[in-house]
């Protein structure tokens, strides 16, 4: 109970998305929060994908009421509570002993999707057991289709709301801040990894009396479990194939009956041609500035594509959403809603289900206050009138 209220504390005095942050790097192992925190190359896309939202200005007007602000909205044929839905995230287990559930059961709390990642671990089954509320799967291709439809087959039989396809990732990203720290599948230990490893003791003690950090949705296809010798990951690894097409997404579309979402998504041309293969929304993302370095920031072609192709898909911007007004100003250019991952990683980091919760409630407070300030009394209000490049 002591130890509960330690916890409470220590997030009560997170007042935003970056004190969390700073509570995360506390609680982690020196390796385990830099894969968390970390990008590709010089990181320069993962700082741009925050640092971009400040290149925009917001419009106020002024006496306008705003006694009640509705941020309601409907994506992936789901009406959600706010703007707002829970990125794929691979491995929470790496992050926080209650993993993958403790985000599931915030994301129904706070009334909007959560996304399960194929590297989660966490089944597709044991996910739609624990909430009945908006579900996502997110998909690779890989080089066993068979594997990939069984994903999709599963998700099916569990009622998910909607499938989303990566297609950013054809070889892994250089994140150089996991050769350093030696983070990997099995980790490669340095005298610093090991003394923060000891440093950490509840986080190492729990990793090793309680592991679960395997790709158990992998593991669990019967396609991949006969073939899985060498470990999960390195497995994985060899299935991602880089011959993939836009026929190889018509493909999938022809095996999915509800929206289809592409991301990795930065270009028009690109977010015509998923529109053409049979997706119905596309995620603006760089992967979290993960793969390919000083890719654009996701906030920087919402514009452009909503111009092009508004009308006949939906805009998810994916990456460096830290505060609410970042929120508004990706709906003002033209979103139809934004996903968050690192932003509720640190805060299941930072205390399991009440860290994400903090995560949750602050930034969706945000997004109400700002409303306010902003004089638009609901989100789907939010327009062009409300944004200004500096």
């Not at 916890?7 to 830099?34: G, M, T």
């Not at 968390?36 to 917001?58: H, I, K, P, V, W």
């Not at 929206?259 to 293969?277: N, R």
């Amino acid at each position: 109970m002591r130890t509960k209220s330690i916890v409470q504390k220590r997030l009560a005095d997170c007042n935003n998305i970056s004190d969390l942050r700073e509570l995360a790097k506390r609680n982690l192992p020196w390796p385990v929060f830099n894969y968390l925190d970390g990008g590709a190359d010089d990181e320069l896309s993962l700082g741009r994908n925050t640092d971009a939202f400040n290149d925009y200005e917001l419009l106020p007007t002024q006496l306008s009421d705003v006694s009640t602000i509705d941020m309601a909205t409907t994506v992936l044929g789901q009406k959600i509570e706010w703007p707002v839905f829970l990125a794929p995230t691979g491995a929470s287990r790496l992050f926080h002993h209650e993993a993958e559930p403790a985000v599931v059961r915030a994301a129904h709390k706070f009334g909007t999707i959560y996304s399960l990642s194929t590297l989660g671990t966490t089944t597709i089954e044991a996910v739609a057991a624990i909430s009945s509320g908006p579900k996502m799967y997110q998909v690779y291709i890989f080089k066993d289709r068979g594997i990939t439809k069984d994903f999709v087959t599963r998700c099916k039989e569990q009622k998910y709301d909607a499938l989303c396809l990566t297609v950013d990732t054809p070889v892994a990203g250089n994140r150089e801040r996991d050769l350093v720290t030696g983070f990997g599948m099995p980790p490669k230990l340095n005298l610093k990894s090991v003394l923060s490893y000891a440093r950490h003791f509840p986080w190492t003690i729990r990793a090793i009396l309680q592991p679960g950090f395997d790709m158990v949705n992998v593991t669990s296809s019967p396609g991949a479990s006969n073939e899985i010798s060498d470990g999960v990951m390195a497995y994985v690894n060899s299935q991602f194939d880089r011959s993939i097409s836009w026929k190889d997404v018509e493909w999938l579309a022809s095996q999915w009956d509800g929206p289809l979402v592409i991301k990795g998504i930065q270009t028009v041309g690109d977010a015509k041609k998923a529109v053409d293969a049979g997706a119905t929304a596309v995620m603006l993302s760089n992967h979290g500035g993960r793969q390919l370095e000083t890719a654009p920031a996701p906030v920087d072609c919402i514009a452009p594509i909503a111009a092009a192709l508004g009308d006949r898909l939906e805009i998810i911007c994916d990456g460096g959403v830290r505060r609410g007004t970042h929120v508004i100003k990706a709906l003002s250019l033209g979103a139809t809603a934004c996903s968050i991952g690192r932003g509720y990683l640190f805060g299941l980091a930072a205390g399991g289900q009440p860290g994400v919760e903090r995560a949750l409630g602050l930034l969706r407070s945000e997004v109400e206050r700002s409303m306010a300030l902003l004089g638009c009394n609901s989100v789907q209000k939010l327009g062009e009138k409300y944004i200004q490049r500096r």
